[in-house]
């Protein structure tokens, strides 16, 4: 495998893995995701690859399949009242196709993103992880990542 950035003829694999992402999500929150769609149209998607604040990495086999991504988002708060203006990269999603887990490849793509940040003078990385994702959760800890906000909610 080897990880580049993501173009046009890559969308029906990122699609299919956007998909899997959905149904981890609308599983484990049927009340907030809804199942069996996707998370971005066609044009949406080409309008991501297409915007360099916005990444996006594709981990491929030699055929050129997708086996996995990294939807990434470039984050400066310039002139702010309160924060800091440092460089974030946040990382939107990562997800590795459900047929090939287990073989490090999302720890391959979050470590070229790492190498990416770095590369590119990001003060940091972050990320939001649904509660009803642990496997994300236990992944990302594994990485080295830790809470540094925490959302919560009442549900009425």
């Known amino acids: 495998m080897y990880i580049r950035r993501a173009k046009e003829a890559d969308m029906a694999g990122m699609n299919k893995l956007l998909r899997q992402v959905l ?4 599983n484990g929150r049927p009340d907030l995701f809804k199942g069996n769609v996707k998370k971005y149209t066609d044009e949406e998607l080409l309008e991501i690859l297409q915007d360099d604040t916005r990444p996006v990495f594709v981990g491929v086999d030699k055929q050129e399949q997708v086996l996995g991504y990294a939807f990434c988002v470039y984050q400066q708060h310039s002139d702010d009242h309160i924060l800091t203006d440092i460089k974030t990269l946040y ?6 196709d459900e047929t090939v887990r287990g073989q490090h490849i999302g720890k391959q793509i979050y470590e070229y993103v790492v190498r990416f940040a770095r590369e590119n003078d ?3 990385l972050t990320l939001n992880v649904w509660s009803c994702n642990p496997g994300a959760m236990e992944f990302y800890q594994r ?5 540094y906000k925490v959302g919560m909610e ?3």
């Open 143 to 147: 990485m080295g990542l830790v809470p």
């Open 23 to 26: 149904t981890v999500h609308h």
């Open 154 to 156: 009442l549900i009425l």
């Open 122 to 124: 990001f003060y940091n």
């Open 91 to 96: 990382i939107d999603d990562i997800c590795v």
